[in-house]
C-alpha cells in the first residue's frame, strides 16, 4: 500500500507543483498586466497633458484672433465715422461751390453788362470825338478853299 500512496503523494506534489507554477505565471501575468497598464496610463496621461498644452495654445491663439477681430472692428466702425463727416463736408463743401458758381456768374454778368455799357458809351465818345476831327478837316479844307479861291 505504500506504493498507491506514493503515487498519490507524488501525483498530489505535481498537481500542488503545476498549481504553484500556475499561480506563479498568473502572478507574474499579472505583474506583467500590472506593468503594461501602468506604461499605458501613463502615455495616455502624456498624450492627455499634450492635448491640454495643444488646447491651451489653441484657446490663446483664439484669444488673440477674437481681440484682433475686435481691434479690425473698432478700427472699422472708426474708419465709417471719419467717412460719414467726410461725405458730410463734402456735400457742405459741393453746396458751397454751387452757391458761388451762382454768384460768380451772377457777377459776371453784371460786371459784363457795365464793360459793355462803357464800351458803348467809350465807342460813342470815339465816334464824337471822330466827327469833330472829321468837321475841323471840313474846315479847313474848305478855308483852305477859299484861300485859294481868292488867290487865282
Not at 36 to 49: F, S, Y
Not at 120 to 139: G, H, R
Request: net charge neutral.
Amino acid at each position: 500500500m505504500s506504493s498507491p500512496t506514493s503515487e498519490q503523494e507524488e501525483s498530489h506534489e505535481s498537481t500542488n507543483s503545476s498549481l504553484l507554477i500556475t499561480d506563479t505565471i498568473e502572478i507574474e501575468t499579472n505583474r506583467n498586466i500590472d506593468s503594461i497598464l501602468e506604461k499605458q496610463l501613463l502615455m495616455e496621461k502624456t498624450k492627455c497633458a499634450q492635448l491640454t498644452n495643444d488646447n491651451q495654445r489653441l484657446l490663446s491663439q483664439n484669444i488673440s484672433l477674437c481681440q484682433a477681430i475686435k481691434q479690425q472692428n473698432i478700427n472699422t466702425n472708426n474708419l465709417k465715422k471719419q467717412n460719414e463727416n467726410l461725405k458730410q463736408q463734402l456735400s457742405k463743401v459741393i453746396s458751397t461751390v454751387t452757391a458761388l458758381n451762382k454768384v460768380n456768374k451772377q457777377k459776371n454778368a453784371t460786371q459784363n453788362m457795365k464793360l459793355k455799357e462803357t464800351l458803348i458809351q467809350k465807342d460813342d465818345q470815339i465816334k464824337e470825338l471822330n466827327d469833330k476831327y472829321q468837321s475841323i478837316i471840313n474846315e479847313k479844307q474848305s478855308i483852305i478853299n477859299e484861300k485859294e479861291g481868292k488867290i487865282q
